[in-house]
């Protein structure tokens, strides 16, 4: 076998033409996945978070009981991101604002004894999630976790009486429920006796939304105004906020200031169900709603209690300012090994009136078994990213999808959206059947973009779409973009020889040759100045040399499923390489070692090649 010394050296004196690689074609089937489910239930917990995004509002879910930013565990179950790193509240409309968090965080609690039931992360099962997709699957996003009071890291200031929170969330994509977050909490008496005079609360700290300027009392979360709507004869109980005129702020800026206005949403909760409290046979009836200032939180769990139990319905406050609302639950009475059901619809609407409209839906499914018109499924999709191009392809399984609600198979057709970042969604193509609804264009399963360039991620989602019921008052539902799939044009490229390769070769640069290969500038990776080494072998080092035997560089790939190595063409002393000639060799990690009569190790797979650099 030749050593590397002894090919540095023939290579020395044999390159001198220019070396003519091209860069063959080649097809790797992506497809980013739905979260999976974890069945196992009522073991030890580990800390979960996800964030339910398949509608217009999307919120993180957790099954932790401590703040993200400031590190308090409030022993109770928490809803939303309070450290702003994950989506909290966020209203997906206008889509220019479609990052804007409506909440700093919300939490549920239960008040008992004069103080607070106290849960801890570590009695938590790790959260469950469902797609659609899931056999059992209520809606287009569920998850769960079960939450318990029985730990010895509850403070002592709080109450362990035995309870168990089973706690459930439901979210869809189709338009006329995709502006909500079902809560469904069960909360169940393990204790050996009876549970008397226990009151529940949800609380919602909003900031609503984007800061407008200013500090102190003109800061952005300091602009927001606090209500309630209330119908006992409807057994209608929302309680809300939204962004008021900010007084620092010249001219009325309530909604905010820009066109389009960036926090227009009110968002709240309704109540969509509680049991009958003590004394009464009258369920979902909301005992109370309560607000605060920022400087009037309560900081012990006997101030939590009589917040939660006063039974007080404060009018809105007179002027907007940082405030908290609590919708207030109870009394309630659990016999030992019972429970009770508490379910909140917690949604974002344009005004009041827009917000019941949007919540009202979150009633009616409630009402209706979770049954409600639902748009077809979308189709599985393959994504087959090429050389500048990347080739799609669905199934028909949507064509034969029945409605719920109507038992009929009412499928018109297929959207495919791009995007860039997965936010921001063009329409490529409407796809429907050839009938009296629609655009008429015809069916198809498949479709190649060649609008793209090499080295850049792409997000695809193929939706699906019915006809609507006019009669019903029912528009056209479309399914969720969720899930997306990614695509990479001129990544993991597979040769018809499986060799390792170098592409582009020869490297010219971006700005000469404006239609060649090219890489997605980002944080990582921040240059565009780079080659790749497709067709590794695995668990491999990288080592690159000069035609003088120098080493220019050398790197390690650990992921045995990666056949992919960028290179941004700064050498180890962190100087740009210069035009030239240059070697590569390929060792792999996992190969058996053996070693010749001069002591010299023998990898048989160790690859051997060059590529040139052209400035």
């Known amino acids: 076998m030749i050593t590397l010394k002894k090919f540095l050296w023939i290579a020395t004196i044999s390159m001198l033409a220019l070396v003519m690689i091209t860069s063959p074609g080649w097809c790797r089937k992506q497809a980013s996945q739905s979260p999976g489910v974890n069945s196992a239930l009522y073991k030890p917990a580990r800390v979960d978070e996800v964030v339910c995004e398949v509608g217009m509002v999307a919120n993180r879910i957790t099954n932790s009981t401590v703040e993200k930013y400031t590190g308090d565990n409030n022993y109770c179950v928490l809803l939303g991101d309070d450290s ?26 239960l008040a008992y004894n004069g103080g607070l039931i106290g849960f801890t992360s570590d009695t938590s099962d790790s959260l469950t999630v469902k797609t659609s997709a899931d056999p059992g699957a209520i809606s287009a996003y569920d998850t769960y976790f079960s939450i318990t009071d029985r730990s010895d890291l509850v403070a002592d200031d709080y109450e ?30 393990i204790s050996d006796g009876s549970l008397d005079s226990l009151y529940a609360g ?13 500090s102190g009392a003109g800061a952005f979360n300091r602009d927001d105004k606090v209500g309630y709507y209330k ?3 409807n057994h209608e109980y929302i309680s809300y906020m939204y962004d008021y005129d900010n007084a620092v702020i010249a001219g009325d800026d309530t909604g905010g200031n820009k066109i389009p206005k960036e926090s227009a949403g009110y968002c709240g909760t309704r109540l969509l169900y509680c049991p009958p409290t003590i004394g009464s046979t009258d369920s979902t009836v909301q005992s109370g709603h309560g607000w605060w200032d920022w400087n009037s939180d309560p900081d012990t769990p006997g101030s939590w209690y009589n917040r939660i139990t006063d039974g007080l319905w404060l009018s809105e406050p007179p002027s907007p300012h940082d405030f908290r609302y609590l919708q207030k639950l109870g ?6 090994g019972d429970s009770i059901r ?6 974002i609407g344009e005004g009041v009136e827009g917000l019941r409209a949007n919540l009202y839906w979150a009633a009616y499914l409630f009402d209706h078994n979770w049954v409600g018109p639902s748009a077809p499924p979308s189709p599985t999709t393959a994504v087959e990213p090429g050389d500048r191009q990347v080739y799609l392809s669905w199934n028909d399984a949507p064509e034969s999808a029945l409605d719920p609600v109507s038992g009929l198979a009412d499928f018109e057709g297929y959207r495919l959206y791009k995007s860039l970042d997965g936010l921001l969604w063009s329409l490529q193509g409407d796809f429907d059947i050839i009938d009296s609804v629609g655009l008429n264009t015809g069916l198809v399963h498949s479709y190649t ?19 609507g019921d006019p009669v019903g008052g029912i528009e056209s539902l479309e399914s969720g973009k969720t899930p997306a799939y990614t695509a990479v044009p001129g990544r993991n490229i597979i040769t018809p020889s499986q060799e390792v390769h170098v592409v582009p070769n020869p490297f010219i640069p971006y700005y000469y040759l404006k239609d060649s290969w090219y890489f997605e500038v980002t944080q990582e990776s921040p240059s565009e100045e780079r080659i790749a080494f497709i067709n590794l ?28 190595l960028d290179w941004d063409l700064i050498s180890k002393n962190r100087q740009k390489v210069v035009a030239g000639i240059y070697l590569f060799h390929v060792e792999n990690i996992d190969d058996a070692e053996d070693y010749d009569a001069e002591g010299n190790k023998i990898v048989d797979d160790d690859t051997i090649g060059k590529f040139v650099i052209i400035r």
Not at 202 to 214: I, R, S
Not at 331 to 336: G, H, S
Not at 342 to 347: P, Q
Not at 454 to 463: F, I, M, R, S
């Open 84 to 109: 702003a790193e994950l989506s909290s509240m966020v209203w997906k409309t206008p889509a220019v604002y479609s990052q804007n968090s409506y909440l700093y965080y919300a939490s549920f609690r």
């Open 342 to 347: 508490i379910v909140y619809g917690f949604g």
């Open 537 to 564: 072998p695995g668990r491999c080092k990288l080592r690159i040399y000069s035609l003088t035997g120098d080493l220019i560089e050398e790197m390690e790939n650990t992921d045995p499923s990666t056949k992919v």
């Open 231 to 233: 119908d006992d004869l």
């Open 202 to 214: 949800f609380h919602a700290d909003l900031d609503v939304t984007t800061a407008e300027g200013g």
């Open 449 to 467: 973009d060649y609008d793209v360039i090499n080295n850049t991620t792409y997000y695809y989602a193929v939706t699906s779409y019915d006809r």
């Open 331 to 336: 009394p309630f009475t659990i016999p030992a």
């Open 160 to 189: 362990q009486p035995g309870v168990r929170i089973h706690a459930y969330t439901y979210a869809w994509s189709e338009s006329y429920r995709d502006d909500f977050i079902i809560y469904d909490f069960w909360v169940t008496n």
